[in-house]
């Protein structure tokens, strides 16, 4: 049997709160030294330039975050983990709980399906 699904959190960087976005994903990838994420934030695709905020997290957690960082990310956006911005056409997006998956079940939230 499958695992519950967890999520990422994915946003842009807004350049006025750099400092502050690269410290906050500093310590939510504790395990991605300070040059890879400012690498990351210079190669981030799309016209968006979404890069991974945090992996893995509980739905609570999740929501929570995106919440909470709008300061310092545009539009943070949770997806469930595996996916991103690079899949966004082919995910679908729940318009009660603003989250990306994939899948053919629906929603994992409205499913109760994640941790």
């Given amino acids: 049997m499958e695992d519950p699904i967890a999520f990422d959190l994915w946003g842009a960087v807004i350049p006025e709160h750099k400092e502050q976005a690269v410290a906050t994903i500093g310590k939510l ?15 981030a695709p799309g016209p968006d330039r979404q890069v991974l905020i945090a992996r893995d997290l509980a739905w609570d957690t999740a929501r929570s975050l995106r919440e909470q960082l709008v ?15 690079p899949n966004r056409a082919r995910l679908k997006k729940c318009p009660v709980h603003q989250i990306c998956y994939g899948g053919v079940l629906g929603c ?3 499913d109760g399906w994640f941790r």
């Fill in 29 to 43: 990838r504790p395990d991605v030294s300070r040059p890879a994420i400012l690498r990351e934030l210079i190669v």
């Fill in 71 to 85: 300061n310092h990310f545009e539009h943070p956006q949770v997806y469930q983990t595996g996916y991103g911005p």
């Fill in 108 to 110: 994992p939230v409205c």
